[in-house]
């Protein structure tokens, strides 16, 4: 039997159903435990060949955390190396990784000392291995295990900011284990960045006409000069002024909306979420003063593809000098990707250009080496065009 006003009245039902949604609003989450029980129905992977795990990996002798994420295994491996010292990219990954993992296994690492790797273990007695060397023998260690756990031959490597110091080295020392490196609040020279940071500060000071502002810059110069690391209460100082003035993130003060959302993440406890400001001054202070002298801008050659992803505005780590770097780098391919609408971090800022470039300029990469299921999904996008 065949009812002809059939569509009219299930779009008359359709319509009540979303009129009495309207009427009755949803009640809000009523704690942390509510809220991420959403976000994570919400990410949940469900494909046959889809992989959502969150593990302690053993690493440089200690218990390190790690989230593995994709909707199928077969895809390349993306590990991206959080920055800081202790700035945890894992409890924001959220937001802005869910669309990375249709086409990359995405691995998110709380590095040693920072989020859910230091509250795994007791920091006094993790304080005497936190030193550049033996973090960029942990990056090494983990993508290491990446490779034997996915039996895979190469992997993406992705770096922001501290983690692009790691990144870049282990792209210098392994570029046979790597795709391409990619690097996001790439660091260069840091003395020439934080003197940067400091003119830029000034600038918008004077700009503004901001009297205290330029009175306590003023305090701390000349700031950044020679090789001597920056005082740590100089650094805050600059800090301030430079995430006041959106050198940091562009048109915000500052990472504060990043931060609070860290509380809203499935991967952490309650007792990470508390801890995960507490590591990350830990973190800064056993390593910052070495990481503000580092100079990357040394390195001539990668032997592997080499992907920058900088924010226009970025002073917190200076994309100029990044861009500068680039221009004279060696590597068998290399792109650079302006995000005009960035400060230094990018992935938040300019999430949908993020995903569109890495599936546009990394993942052929991953084809082009005979990798995984990239090729695939490369001729499924095309042939949907």
Same mark, same amino acid.
């Given at each position: 039997?065949?009812? %002809?006003?059939?569509?009219?009245?299930?779009?008359?039902?359709?319509?009540?159903?979303?009129?009495?949604?309207?009427?009755?609003?949803? %009640?809000?989450?009523? *704690?942390?435990?509510?809220?991420?029980?959403?976000?994570?129905?919400?990410?949940?992977?469900?494909? %046959?060949?889809?992989?959502?795990?969150?593990? /302690?990996?053993?690493?440089?002798?200690?218990?390190?955390?790690?989230?593995?994420?994709?909707?199928?295994? +077969? @895809? %390349?491996?993306?590990?991206?190396?959080?920055?800081?010292?202790?700035?945890?990219?894992?409890?924001?990954?959220?937001?802005?990784?869910?669309?990375?993992?249709?086409?990359?296994?995405?691995?998110?690492? &709380?590095?040693?000392?920072?989020?859910?790797?230091? =509250?795994?273990?007791?920091?006094?007695?993790?304080?005497?291995?936190?030193?550049?060397?033996?973090?960029?023998?942990?990056?090494?260690?983990?993508? =290491?295990?990446?490779? /034997?756990?996915?039996?895979?031959?190469?992997?993406?490597?992705?770096?922001?900011?501290?983690? !692009?110091?790691?990144?870049?080295?282990?792209? +210098?020392?392994?570029?046979?284990?790597?795709?391409?490196?990619?690097?996001?609040?790439?660091?260069?020279?840091?003395?020439? !960045?934080?003197?940067?940071?400091?003119?830029?500060?000034?600038?918008?000071?004077?700009?503004?006409?901001?009297?205290?502002?330029?009175?306590?810059?003023?305090?701390?110069?000349?700031?950044?000069?020679? *090789?001597?690391?920056?005082?740590?209460?100089?650094?805050?100082?600059? +800090?301030?002024?430079? @995430?006041?003035?959106?050198?940091?993130?562009?048109?915000?003060?500052?990472?504060?909306?990043?931060?609070?959302?860290?509380?809203?993440?499935?991967?952490? !406890?309650?007792?990470?979420?508390?801890?995960?400001?507490?590591?990350?001054?830990?973190?800064?202070?056993?390593?910052?003063?070495?990481?503000?002298?580092?100079?990357?801008?040394?390195?001539?050659?990668?032997?592997?593809?080499?992907?920058?992803?900088?924010?226009?505005? &970025?002073?917190?780590?200076?994309?100029?000098?990044?861009?500068?770097?680039?221009? /004279?780098?060696?590597?068998? !391919?290399?792109?650079?990707?302006?995000?005009?609408?960035?400060?230094?971090?990018?992935?938040?800022?300019?999430?949908?250009?993020?995903?569109?470039?890495?599936?546009?300029?990394?993942?052929?990469? =991953?084809?082009?080496?005979?990798? &995984?299921?990239?090729?695939?999904?490369?001729? &499924?996008?095309?042939?949907?065009?």
């Amino acid at each position: 039997m065949r009812f %002809p006003g059939l569509p009219f009245f299930a779009a008359l039902a359709l319509c009540a159903g979303i009129a009495a949604l309207d009427a009755q609003e949803a %009640p809000p989450p009523a *704690n942390r435990a509510a809220a991420i029980k959403i976000i994570g129905d919400l990410r949940r992977i469900v494909t %046959p060949e889809g992989i959502e795990r969150h593990e /302690k990996v053993r690493i440089g002798g200690i218990d390190q955390w790690v989230s593995i994420r994709g909707m199928d295994k +077969r @895809n %390349p491996v993306l590990l991206m190396i959080h920055g800081g010292p202790g700035w945890v990219a894992m409890p924001t990954s959220w937001y802005f990784q869910r669309g990375w993992e249709d086409y990359f296994t995405v691995v998110q690492w &709380d590095q040693r000392g920072a989020g859910s790797t230091y =509250a795994a273990n007791d920091p006094a007695a993790v304080a005497p291995t936190m030193t550049p060397e033996r973090m960029v023998a942990d990056a090494e260690e983990m993508v =290491a295990w990446l490779r /034997k756990e996915f039996e895979r031959d190469k992997i993406f490597v992705l770096g922001h900011s501290w983690g !692009s110091y790691l990144g870049l080295e282990v792209a +210098r020392r392994h570029p046979q284990w790597l795709y391409a490196y990619i690097g996001v609040g790439q660091v260069s020279d840091m003395q020439a !960045s934080e003197r940067e940071g400091w003119r830029f500060d000034m600038e918008e000071a004077q700009k503004a006409g901001d009297a205290d502002a330029i009175k306590e810059l003023r305090s701390i110069a000349p700031y950044a000069e020679g *090789n001597r690391p920056v005082p740590l209460a100089a650094l805050q100082l600059q +800090r301030k002024w430079l @995430n006041h003035y959106g050198g940091m993130v562009y048109g915000r003060n500052g990472g504060e909306a990043e931060a609070a959302a860290m509380a809203l993440s499935p991967e952490y !406890s309650d007792r990470d979420v508390n801890l995960v400001f507490e590591a990350a001054d830990y973190s800064v202070g056993k390593l910052l003063s070495q990481v503000l002298t580092l100079d990357e801008s040394k390195v001539e050659r990668l032997d592997c593809p080499l992907i920058l992803l900088l924010g226009r505005h &970025d002073h917190n780590v200076s994309s100029h000098l990044a861009a500068a770097w680039f221009e /004279k780098v060696r590597a068998p !391919s290399k792109r650079l990707v302006w995000f005009e609408h960035s400060a230094h971090e990018v992935m938040i800022e300019e999430p949908g250009k993020t995903l569109v470039s890495l599936v546009q300029y990394a993942l052929p990469l =991953a084809a082009k080496d005979g990798g &995984d299921t990239a090729g695939e999904i490369l001729d &499924d996008r095309s042939s949907a065009r």
